[in-house]
């Protein structure tokens, strides 16, 4: 019987060793699989953290284009309504025209200071005279040939400094009255004894 219950214990041994080393074994196996599906779980955390960063970004230049948007509106609006000033103004502009040309008044005038900036050239006549002018006042010696050259336009600067007009060279209509009524005024002076 000591060998049958011996024979037993050791069964029973290699029975427990070999569960044992299965159970090790299977732990084993247990902590790879908890390894592998922890690392994969890492994984699919890291994919979406950066998803989710994409996303937060998406949405900010969301809100960026959609700020832009707000502010091209805005800007839409506001032109809108200086264009349709501008049309309505053109549109006074021209009853205002039509009103003018209809009286035979000269349209624009006392309105536009674009318009008032326009000055009729000088007649060959008035620029004869305005030579003739300029010779007797002494501002130079001039042919008076009705041509507007370079000493006429130096005569009309210099008389122009003289009377306090603006200096253009030019003989605007201003210049040829100043100059006209000084030649007068020393035409009588030169006439009284």
């Given at each position: 019987m000591n060998r049958t219950v011996v024979a037993l214990l050791i069964l029973a041994g290699i029975t427990g060793w070999s569960l044992s080393l299965y159970s090790t074994w299977n732990l084993a196996g247990?902590?790879?699989?908890?390894?592998?599906?922890?690392?994969?779980?890492?994984?699919?955390?890291?994919?979406?953290?950066?998803?989710?960063?994409k996303t937060e970004e998406s949405a900010r230049e969301l809100a960026d284009l959609r700020q832009e948007l707000s502010n091209a509106q805005s800007q839409i609006q506001k032109l809108t309504t200086q264009s349709e000033q501008a049309a309505d103004d053109m549109a006074k502009a021209r009853e205002q025209l039509a009103t003018a040309q209809q009286g035979g008044a000269f349209p624009?005038?006392?309105?536009?200071?674009?318009?008032?900036?326009?000055?009729?050239?000088?007649?060959?006549?008035?620029?004869v005279a305005a030579q003739e002018a300029l010779s007797q006042l002494r501002f130079g010696t001039i042919k008076?040939?009705?041509a507007m050259g370079p000493s006429t336009r130096e005569a009309i600067e210099k008389f122009q400094?003289?009377?306090?007009?603006?200096?253009?060279?030019?003989?605007?209509?201003?210049?040829?009255?100043?100059?006209?009524?000084?030649?007068?005024?020393?035409?009588?002076?030169?006439?009284?004894?």
């Open positions: 247990l902590d790879e699989q908890l390894r592998t599906q922890s690392a994969a779980l890492q994984d699919y955390q890291a994919q979406y953290s950066a998803q989710r960063q624009g005038v006392g309105m536009s200071p674009e318009i008032l900036s326009i000055k009729p050239r000088p007649t060959k006549e008035d620029i008076a040939d009705g400094r003289a009377a306090g007009l603006p200096v253009t060279g030019e003989l605007h209509a201003q210049t040829l009255v100043t100059l006209m009524r000084s030649a007068k005024v020393m035409a009588a002076q030169s006439d009284v004894p």
